[in-house]
């Protein structure tokens, strides 16, 4: 039982570069999340999914797009790099009824 | 909105010292709240909660006392260890009608270093 794991683990973008961000749990929760945490700063929800085929937007959106075609991945992807987008970034999931939210071991993304 | 405020960090401690990390909430409605912390190079875990007023959240000797009067859930351990220092994250889930889907707002994170 690996948990919720996450791909790369750290990765260097240039200014307008795409990358996605892969995230993977295997606990057969209904219910994952993408957050961002900037340095000296809590995590703030970027997207968030409570089943497969549906998603809906967190508190900071905009640059980042998600899918959820199965209920094991939830890919977090950037279109058009930019340096705000630097940040540390978690996958979390939860069975929808539990409160416990699970993370992954984070991606950390420098874009320059 | 919804908002979580922790005290200013790092904090820095002697092994069997006494830890206080104050957390303050503003909630609409009557949410859960939670500890989680992360230690160097991993991911967030649970390490106590609390789902409505009065309730006492205790994990690993630490705990923490849901405060509705307050609007706080400090967390406090008798006596810390070395192995204790690690970033404290207070968060609240937002409940509202069963729509909420369980987001959480988090605080700054407060970093814990505990030397020998």
């Known amino acids: 039982n690996a948990g919720v794991t996450q791909t790369p683990k750290f990765r260097i973008l240039k200014i307008g570069q795409s990358m996605t961000l892969q995230c993977t749990q295997d606990m057969n929760h209904n219910y994952m999340y993408w957050y961002r945490q900037d340095p000296g700063m809590g995590l703030k929800l970027i997207y968030y999914s409570v089943g497969a085929g549906i998603t809906d937007k967190g508190e900071v959106p905009n640059g980042y797009n998600v899918s959820r075609s199965t209920t094991e991945d939830f890919p977090l992807r950037l279109e058009l790099a930019a340096p705000s987008q630097t940040s540390v970034y978690f996958c979390?999931?939860?069975?929808?009824?539990?409160?416990?939210?699970?993370f992954g071991p984070g991606t950390r993304l420098l874009v320059l | 909105g919804n908002s979580v405020t922790q005290m200013e960090g790092p904090v820095t401690l002697s092994e069997e010292a006494f830890l206080t990390i104050n957390c303050t909430y503003t909630?609409?409605?009557?949410?859960?709240l939670f500890w989680y912390v992360q230690y160097p190079g991993e991911g967030l875990q649970l390490l106590l909660k609390?789902?409505?007023?009065?309730d006492k959240g205790s994990n690993k000797g630490f705990e923490a006392t849901y405060r509705k009067e307050t609007t706080s859930f400090h967390l406090e351990k008798g006596s810390v260890q070395v192995s204790d220092s690690a970033v404290y994250f207070c968060?609240?889930?937002?409940?509202?009608?069963?729509?909420?889907?369980?987001?959480?707002?988090f605080g700054q994170g407060t970093i814990l270093t505990v030397h020998p």
């Open positions: 909630a609409t409605g009557y949410p859960s």
């Open positions: 968060a609240l889930a937002h409940n509202a009608g069963g729509t909420s889907y369980g987001k959480l707002t």
């Open positions: 609390a789902t409505k007023a009065d």
């Open positions: 979390a999931s939860r069975h929808r009824g539990l409160e416990t939210q699970y």
